[in-house]
Nanobody, 118 residues
Framework: QVQLVESGGGLVQAGGSLRLSCAAS????????MGWYRQAPGKQRELVAT???????NYAGSVKGRFTISRDNARNTVYLQMHSLKPEDTAVYYC????????????WGQGTQVTVSS
């Protein structure tokens, strides 16, 4: 079983920065993909960014160039550095872990709120 614990959300003004962290524990396979998703009120959960254990990354078009996903495999931790935040980035951000092969979901974090004021 895999557990994910997020931290780092908060309130920031438009144009500001935040860094989210997600610490994984439990039986996580050595080859995996971890990612960040977000869900705004009244909207579906959407992909923000993913990173494989081999450090291949993928970003949603809306955050490309502003957000950077990274990971520390030794600490089983994934980060999301967010710059130039916009009010439309306001959402609950969820960490996710999945297998690389077949994309089988392993766990979701509890979510952390990011609020960007205009």
């Amino acid at each position: 079983q895999v557990q994910l614990v997020e931290s780092g959300g908060g309130l920031v003004q438009a144009g500001g920065s935040l860094r989210l962290s997600c610490a994984a524990s439990g039986s996580i396979p050595s080859t995996n993909v971890m990612g960040w998703y977000r869900q705004a009120p009244g909207k579906q959960r959407e992909l923000v960014a993913t990173i494989t254990s081999g450090a291949s990354t993928n970003y949603a078009g809306s955050v490309k160039g502003r957000f950077t996903i990274s990971r520390d495999n030794a600490r089983n931790t994934v980060y999301l550095q967010m710059h130039s935040l916009k009010p439309e980035d306001t959402a609950v951000y969820y960490c996710n872990a999945a297998t690389v092969v077949a994309g089988i979901n392993l766990a979701w974090g509890q979510g952390t709120q990011v609020t960007v004021s205009s």
